[in-house]
């Protein structure tokens, strides 16, 4: 297996990486333009952007902006409420696997930036059958959230006739340098079908062998083509126009608005998927299965390309979280009503046989450990960047119900909390 000589990235990376001569992968590469860039015209680009869909009747919403109870969703309103002066309408896909840390997180980025929020929930019953039908034929319990997240934004922009979608950063160029900066890429129903649904449409999982219908794919289908026309729907990417930070911004929403972080069980980032209780434990446990490496080896290159942490800090953070089992196994099977060894043996199917093999006891084991071996010392120097922190530290937020056990699905709560 083939590892960037710079960050710690292998070749089977799902979204399709390369190597150049070098041995540095193209999302180092690409990563590199967030310190060669002249961001000050990017940004004033952005601007005039936002100022062509800014409603002047004021009859309507300047924009659309998905949020959660987590993730970049703090530094995307405040950017384009209080640093741009939009008026946007937020909406939010219900994942139904939330975190009470979550819920408080989304109440109060809704108080904190006044804004108006939408929630779309899906009859639970109709999210576990879509849910078990994914794991089955692609080996993933967050594609109904993934296919949400992405799909709800874009209905609403239709039916209100509000053209202008804000996400965040783009997976495609954060991670792999699918494309450049430059190339200002936006959001498109084919990127979205290849890459984020792993190539399937909701259509695709209607089947009377899971018991799915024409009626229960609806909340997930996307608008066709002639509606996207009218309305003029378009979802621009912000990491196109600001330097991307996550954990820099993080810290300042922390700081300004009262952010709540947590502990996730197999990543050291504390920011990013505290509303879920899956993203970072059971899902990133299934992309381990898969793939051989998990959210950690995602977050330790960035760091690295953050030039906050060294190549082999990150190793050593690879080491110590990519092999611990998930927290919430359990939570999750009784959520969606399946044994434990049924789901190993769905899961099992979807392993990457390139990387994973059967030992004498006929256990799974990785081949080669799946981590960076026999390396030129010479060319881990010549990629590396020289570091510009000191320490790569997470902070843990005071919680606001100190008192409160978080164990349980919280499929709709009010997040309230008192100072």
Known sequence: MKFCKRCLYPENHPLNITFDEEGICSGCRVHEEKDSLDWKPRSEK???????????????????????????SYFIVHTIKNVYGMNPL?????????????????????IVFD??????????????KITLASIRRMGSIYWHCLAGQT?????????????????????????VGMFSHLDEVEMTRKYRKEHDLMGYEAEDLIDDFDEITKDDIIPFKYPDDKELE??????????????????????????????ESNYQTRTFDTYNDVDCFNYSDVHDYVK????GYGKVTDHASREIRLRRMSREEGLELVKKYRCLEPKNLKLFLDW?????????????????????????????????????????KDEIEKARLSRM???????????????????????????????
């Open 46 to 72: 952005l601007k005039k952007i936002l100022d062509e869909y800014r409603n002047t009747s004021g009859n309507n919403y300047d924009c659309i902006i998905p949020v959660s109870g987590a993730r970049d």
């Open 90 to 110: 937020l909406v939010t896909y219900n994942k139904q696997y939330n975190t009470d840390v979550g819920i408080r997180n989304l109440a109060n980025l809704r």
């Open 115 to 128: 804004c108006d929020i939408m929630t779309q929930t899906i009859n639970p019953d109709i999210v576990k």
């Open 151 to 175: 799909v709800y934004p874009v209905q609403i922009a239709t039916k209100f006739k509000i053209p202008l979608i804000i996400w965040g950063a783009h997976q495609g160029v954060d991670q």
């Open 230 to 259: 009218r309305v003029g729907v378009r979802g621009i990417y912000l990491n196109n126009y600001i330097r991307w930070d996550s954990k820099a911004q993080h810290e300042k929403m922390i700081k300004e608005f009262g952010y």
């Open 288 to 291: 381990y299965c898969k793939h």
């Open 336 to 376: 969606i009503g399946i044994t434990e060894n049924g789901f190993h043996f769905l899961i099992d199917q979807h392993r990457n046989k390139n990387i994973w093999e059967r030992d004498e006891d006929w256990k799974w084991k990785l081949i080669n450990e799946n981590l960076p071996v026999n390396e030129s």
């Open 389 to 419: 922190e000191d320490k790569c530290e997470f902070q843990i937020t005071p919680s606001k119900r100190p008192n409160y056990k978080d164990d349980n699905y919280i499929l709709i709560g009010k997040g309230y909390y008192e100072d």
